[in-house]
């Protein structure tokens, strides 16, 4: 009889690649003080300097059903970036703009929920000097292009100092600290991401 899949909420680390192997230096997924089954892996992933929410599991559907069906998944992300935002700027990333996808090729952002909200609780990796001016988003998009929230942000002449994935629908990065993994029961996992597919036997 197969064991069951087993699946993971981890707060990805700033610094850290969203792999076990990787052709890079750095920290791996394999150097958390955490023992993952055989067989686990990252769902999607978060870049180098980015921080947050990384799932991980051993049931290798779990990308296709979240990041590659007909259902848009939401995911949200805290980013810091530089200077104060103009309310034209907030209303340019709802609406939509355009960013390089590659070389000539340019793609416009679908609508999405920005806000300005309160800066993160989260200790930060690169503390910033008291004097440079910031402003914290709260940015909610439903298709993950390569770098697309740090582009979205450059689209509209800010640079992004930080950037912290915070959920992914209804399964929330909470106050799981850097480095942290929480295991999760199939049948949460699967009702928070609003899977529609019934978990696999």
Known sequence: MQAPYRYFMLHKPYGME?????????PLLGDLS???PEGTHAVGRLDKH???LLLLTTNKKITALLFEGPVPHKRTYLVQVKHKVSEES??????????RITGELFYTTP???VRIVEPSHFPSPRPIPAYVENTW????ITEGKFRQVRKMVAAVRHRCMRLIRTSIEDMELGHLQPGMVKEVDESTFFKQLKLKTEPVP
């Open 34 to 36: 955490f023992s993952f």
């Open 137 to 140: 988003l709260s940015i909610t």
């Open 111 to 113: 609508p999405c929920e």
């Open 50 to 52: 980015s921080e947050g």
């Open 90 to 99: 907030l209303q340019q990333l709802r609406t939509g703009v355009p960013i």
């Open 18 to 26: 969203s792999q076990f192997i990787s052709p890079y230096a750095g």
